[in-house]
T-cell receptor, first 111, second 116 residues
């Protein structure tokens, strides 16, 4: 079946850039997503990218997609303490409604 | 305010005692879904519903039931809960604008269930 993998933990200093990486196996992935989960809260969609795009930028967020290597990354510029959360990568293949999630990357931002 | 609500937010129960977690959305979404979140495993889909009276199994349906009698509600039923169903549960909904559209899923705040 489809699989999505992420590293479990990332620690950065406030003001630095954070890069969270994700790999997936489904070659039919149509949409790829980044969700943010703050402590005690549900998942909040941060951004998504269509599979025919290489890059998408949205304010401090930059998503890079390497479809050949099935690699997705999320770069957060000027990381703030409020960015501390768990970030989930997810993908959805053609014709599927369900999302396949990675296990989440816990981002810790140190002052 | 457009939202997905779940109740209860926290529940501690004992093995075998039937329980229901409610989910309601006010966005007139056709698609609704239940996920469970476990450490190191991300979110896994339990059941989903494409519309009223249409439900289907996700990746981990064993031990769960759902119903979709109304468009806005999608309760998750555990007939005989067991400790391995201790988890964080999320309900989600999305519009159905057909294939080729990104039908963003909106998530509820989560229900933390502990089965003793």
């Amino acid at each position: 079946g489809e699989d999505v993998e992420q590293s479990l933990f990332l620690s950065v200093r406030e003001g630095d850039s954070s890069v969270i990486n994700c790999t997936y196996t489904d070659s039919s992935s149509t949409y790829l997503y980044w969700y943010k989960q703050e402590p005690g809260a549900g998942l909040q969609l941060l951004t998504y990218i269509f599979s025919n795009m290489d890059m998408k930028q949205d304010q401090r967020l930059t998503v890079l997609l390497n479809k050949k290597d099935k690699h997705l990354s999320l770069r957060i510029a000027d990381t703030q303490t409020g960015d501390s959360a768990i970030y989930f990568c997810a993908e959805r293949g053609t014709g599927r409604r369900a999302l396949t999630f990675g296990s989440g990357t816990r981002l810790q931002v140190q002052p | 305010e457009a939202q997905v609500t779940q109740n209860p937010r926290y529940l501690i129960t004992v093995t075998g005692k039937k329980l229901t977690v409610t989910c309601s959305q006010n966005m007139n979404h056709e698609y609704m879904s239940w996920y469970r979140q476990d450490p190191g495993l991300g979110l896994r889909q339990i059941y989903y519903s494409m519309n009223v009276e249409v439900t289907d199994k996700g990746d981990v349906p064993e031990g769960y039931k759902v119903s979709r009698k109304e468009k806005r509600n999608f309760p998750l039923i555990l007939e005989s809960p067991s400790p391995n169903q201790t988890s964080l549960y999320f309900c989600a909904s999305s519009a159905d604008r057909g294939r080729g559209f990104d039908n963003e899923q909106f998530f509820g705040p989560g229900t933390r269930l502990t089965v003793l």
